[in-house]
């Protein structure tokens, strides 16, 4: 697909970041505050490194960020930020858990701009989009400590409300939102679900 150079993409390059895709975590940290300094992080799908950059200047040195990329990809570096701790992996495989788990073992976020490789039949592509974001659920229920959040990219379709149900069972507070950076073409939401009851 074309790369589109519009605003955000530019403005990615410009503030040293690889994708413009950092734009999406910004605008709603920014409104929601839902990352704190000091926080630790799980950032699921972290390549090329947008978010994990983005969250380890949030939560700062006293924090942490963990990235998980099924590719191994380039070393991600934010100056005065947290440290950034990459593991190559698929999480859909139980022993990525174990990997997490000797870096960090209980996380005050959890966060994924995962998306499937498309394949242009919306009804596949949200399929496999919810598989993905079940399982980044699933390690959110597991790994983060009481309170804690969970922000996951999600296609919108006809099975998205019983994940919006199922995301309410463990969360206080869930909320859709669709940063501005979103393509208005595009299907994606997030889903920015706040206080886990544990």
Same mark, same amino acid.
């Given at each position: 697909?074309?790369?589109?150079?519009?605003?955000?993409?530019?403005?990615?390059?410009?503030?040293?970041?690889?994708?413009?895709?950092?734009?999406?975590?910004?605008?709603?940290?920014?409104?929601?505050?839902?990352?704190?300094?000091?926080?630790?992080?799980?950032?699921?799908?972290?390549?090329?490194?947008?978010?994990?950059?983005?969250?380890?200047?949030?939560?700062?040195?006293?924090?942490?960020?963990?990235?998980?990329?099924?590719?191994?990809?380039?070393?991600?570096?934010?100056?005065?930020?947290?440290?950034?701790?990459?593991?190559?992996?698929?999480?859909?495989?139980?022993?990525?858990? +174990?990997?997490?788990? #000797?870096?960090?073992?209980?996380? %005050?976020?959890? =966060?994924?701009?995962? /998306?499937?490789?498309?394949? *242009?039949?919306?009804?596949?592509?949200?399929?496999?989009?919810?598989?993905?974001?079940?399982?980044?659920?699933?390690?959110?229920?597991?790994?983060?400590?009481?309170?804690?959040?969970?922000?996951?990219?999600?296609?919108?379709?006809?099975?998205?409300?019983?994940?919006?149900?199922?995301?309410?069972?463990?969360?206080?507070?869930?909320? +859709?939102?669709?940063? #501005?950076?979103?393509?208005?073409? %595009?299907?994606? =939401?997030?889903?920015? /679900?706040?206080?886990?009851? *544990?």
């Amino acid at each position: 697909m074309k790369k589109i150079q519009d605003h955000y993409f530019k403005r990615a390059k410009k503030e040293g970041y690889p994708a413009r895709s950092v734009y999406k975590l910004e605008e709603v940290q920014q409104k929601r505050r839902f990352l704190s300094k000091g926080d630790f992080v799980l950032d699921l799908g972290c390549q090329p490194g947008s978010w994990s950059m983005y969250a380890a200047k949030v939560v700062g040195p006293a924090g942490l960020v963990v990235g998980v990329d099924l590719h191994r990809g380039k070393g991600i570096y934010i100056s005065g930020g947290a440290k950034i701790h990459v593991l190559q992996g698929d999480i859909m495989d139980d022993a990525i858990l +174990v990997e997490i788990g #000797k870096v960090c073992e209980r996380f %005050s976020a959890v =966060v994924s701009d995962m /998306a499937p490789h498309t394949t *242009g039949n919306k009804w596949s592509d949200q399929q496999q989009s919810l598989k993905l974001c079940r399982r980044a659920l699933q390690l959110a229920v597991s790994l983060l400590k009481n309170n804690g959040v969970f922000y996951c990219k999600v296609f919108e379709g006809d099975d998205f409300k019983e994940f919006f149900n199922e995301v309410k069972r463990f969360f206080g507070s869930v909320k +859709v939102v669709k940063p #501005k950076s979103s393509r208005s073409e %595009s299907r994606e =939401v997030f889903v920015l /679900a706040t206080a886990f009851k *544990g």
